[in-house]
């Protein structure tokens, strides 16, 4: 158990909706990370917070945003859904946001969009 | 950014050693050299982290020559659940998010 937790696990929803995914990072990590894994395009950095404030932005698109509250959980939403957004995302955790502070991943929310 | 790149796949079987070498030419002099395991279906766990020379832990090694233009991950006598996809990253010293995961190494290992 790496400690991270997210929430739910599987989603399905249709095209064009909204979706919210959770992420609650290890104790003690300040900062979060946000991954889209699908099968053709491996692991994909999305964003990266530290502390309540964005550090890194990646591949994310202007549908998605995230947000990292006060008490350090994250949360990724998703608009106006594609069927392409169909994938696992995943969060990550560390203690210090840099390289040489592993990160801790989730087990992933599974989004199925039909 | 250091790019990574792993070979595709490998096969072994029971009981032997796999290393498992990555290629990051342009790594940078604060860069670490980090190694995740991942499953199906399942987020990557961290295995090991270096900077240079060797470290070992419990489940595996890690060896990096003095130009750090390569890693190699040693697996001790793997067993059939050690198949998974194996990726090594590097870090950027400050904004660690901006470190990318390459296609990984899918091990497979044979009885």
């Known amino acids: 158990d790496s400690g991270v937790t997210q929430t739910p696990k599987h989603l399905i929803t249709a095209t064009g909706q909204r979706v919210t995914l959770r992420c609650s990072p290890r104790s003690g990590d300040l900062s979060v990370y946000w991954y889209q894994q699908s099968l053709d395009q491996g692991l994909q950095f999305l964003i990266q917070y530290y502390n309540g404030e964005e550090r890194a932005k990646g591949n994310i698109l202007e549908r998605f945003s995230a947000q990292q509250f006060p008490d350090l959980h994250s949360e990724l939403n998703l608009s106006s859904l594609e069927l392409g957004d169909s994938a696992l995302y995943f969060c990550?955790?560390?203690?210090?946001?840099?390289?040489?502070?592993?990160?801790?991943f989730g087990n992933g929310t599974r989004l199925t969009v039909t | 950014l250091a790019k990574t790149t792993q070979p595709i796949s490998m096969d072994s079987y029971e009981g032997q050693e796999v290393n498992i070498t990555c290629s990051h030419n342009n790594i940078a002099t604060n860069d670490y050299i980090t190694w995740y395991q991942q499953f199906p279906s399942q987020g990557p766990r961290f295995i090991i982290q270096g900077y240079k020379t060797k470290v070992t832990n419990e489940v595996a090694s890690l060896f990096i020559p003095a130009d750090r233009k390569s890693s190699t991950l040693s697996l001790p006598r793997v067993s059939l659940s050690d198949t998974a996809v194996y990726y090594c990253l590097v870090g950027e010293d400050t904004n660690a998010g901006k470190s990318t995961f390459g296609d990984g190494t899918t091990l497979t290992v044979k009885p």
């Open positions: 990550a955790s560390s203690v210090t946001g840099t390289g040489y502070s592993p990160l801790h």
